[in-house]
């Protein structure tokens, strides 16, 4: 099983401000990583697919990097609301894995 | 636009039985993936289990091998889980989401529904 690590756990910002979340997988995973968004008491959404292609819908203040065991989801100047807690998925392998999340906040 | 609707979830006891069920519609349901995935309380994301499109490829995490079967109508745009032996362990909210052609990322979500255990 391809184990997904996220850092930080939590990341404290202001809005405005700069965010860079990153992932990490235990073997090489190619471009097959997404990411998601989740508020308190909702679904998750799909924020990128193929490590940095944005789904239908995100701003372009969100940017996706990476390949192979190392990625990035960047936010270029936070928005209120952005602050949520952030997922990747590896979808090279089944099976398919989540990292455990990191916490935006305020 | 794309809808996914879960069934009540509910209470169970452990060793007991439950069927989800949820309702697609806003898209062409027979050509997608569809896939299961759970979050217990204040914890992260578990994908559950897949099936492909025509319903000819299943996937499961070990989890829930053995206990858990996915099926899909696509005369009836439906997606099931049949969920039997649970454990308390398997308290979670359970989501329904669709993939694209093939089962890869998820593109839609639906609301969700608990799944929890009485004593």
């Known amino acids: 099983e391809i184990v997904m690590t996220q850092s930080p756990a939590t990341l404290s910002v202001s809005p405005g401000e700069r965010a860079t979340l990153s992932c990490r997988a235990s073997q090489s995973v190619g471009s097959k990583l997404a990411w998601y968004q989740q508020k308190p008491g909702q679904a998750p959404r799909l924020l990128f697919y193929?490590?940095?292609t944005r789904a239908t819908g995100i701003p372009a203040r969100f940017s996706g990097r990476g390949s192979a065991t190392e990625f990035t989801l960047t936010i270029s100047s936070l928005q209120s609301e952005d602050f949520a807690v952030y997922y990747c998925q590896q979808y090279s392998a089944w099976p398919y894995t989540f990292g455990q999340g990191s916490k935006l906040e305020i | 636009e794309v809808q996914l609707l879960e069934s009540a979830g509910g209470l169970v006891q452990p060793g007991g039985s439950l069927r989800l069920s949820c309702a697609a519609s806003g898209f062409s349901f027979s050509d997608y993936a569809m896939s299961w995935v759970r979050q217990a309380p204040g914890k992260g994301l578990e994908w559950v289990s897949a099936?492909?499109?025509?319903?000819?490829?299943?996937y499961y995490a070990d989890s829930v091998k053995g206990r858990f079967t996915i099926s899909r109508d696509n005369s009836k745009n439906t997606l099931y889980l049949q969920m039997n032996s649970l454990r308390a362990e398997d308290t979670a909210v359970y989501y329904c989401?669709?993939?694209?052609?093939?089962?890869?990322?998820?593109?839609?979500w639906g609301q969700g529904t608990l799944v929890t255990f009485s004593s």
């Open positions: 099936i492909s499109a025509s319903g000819g490829s299943i």
């Open positions: 989401a669709k993939s694209g052609t093939w089962i890869l990322y998820l593109d839609y």
């Open positions: 193929g490590a940095s």
